[in-house]
């Protein structure tokens, strides 16, 4: 499986987790969360990249935490981030996730299929399979402890 350890992920709210409804929270996006979980557990530190400030950034925080998403930092770079306006506001992110890309927001199933090819699914399932038919293999023809023949 791809290894997203410490990869950073600016991830932008509306447009991209919800429909676009701000102030209001929008209605999920198809395969948002599932998504971002995913790749959460691959190792990636998921940042929120939002206009947001105050009391509506508070609401998408925690409309996330409720759908199993903790991020990383929340408009900073880094947790413990304290703004300071000698440093740019732009995230230091590897990985950008917005509806304002050049050519919109394709959707969460294109975004797993860009970082995510089906092509490492394919190969990890082929190593799944081959190991599972090496451990049927070993219990059918492996070598059997003899039984204690001083009982």
Not at 12 to 19: L, N, P, Q, R, S
Not at 30 to 52: D, H, N, P, V
Not at 79 to 84: G, L, M, N, Q, V
Not at 119 to 142: C, D, M, S
Request: charged share 35%.
């Amino acid at each position: 499986m791809i290894d997203f350890t410490n990869v950073k992920i600016a991830v932008d709210f509306d447009g991209t987790i919800v429909e676009h409804e701000y102030p209001e929270i929008g209605k999920e996006k198809l395969f948002a969360f599932q998504t971002l979980k995913e790749l959460e557990k691959m190792g990636a530190r998921l940042i929120l990249w939002t206009f947001r400030t105050g009391k509506e950034l508070d609401e998408a925080v925690e409309y996330c935490r409720k759908n199993g998403i903790e991020f990383y930092a929340v408009n900073k770079n880094y947790p413990e981030e304290i703004f300071d306006e000698t440093v740019s506001r732009k995230i230091d992110a590897d990985i950008y996730i917005d509806d304002k890309n050049v050519g919109g927001f394709s959707g969460w199933s294109e975004v797993w299929q860009i970082l995510v090819p089906f092509e490492i699914h394919e190969k990890e399932a082929e190593r799944r399979i081959a190991a599972t038919r090496r451990n049927i293999i070993k219990r059918l023809f492996g070598k059997k402890d003899k039984p204690d023949e001083d009982k």
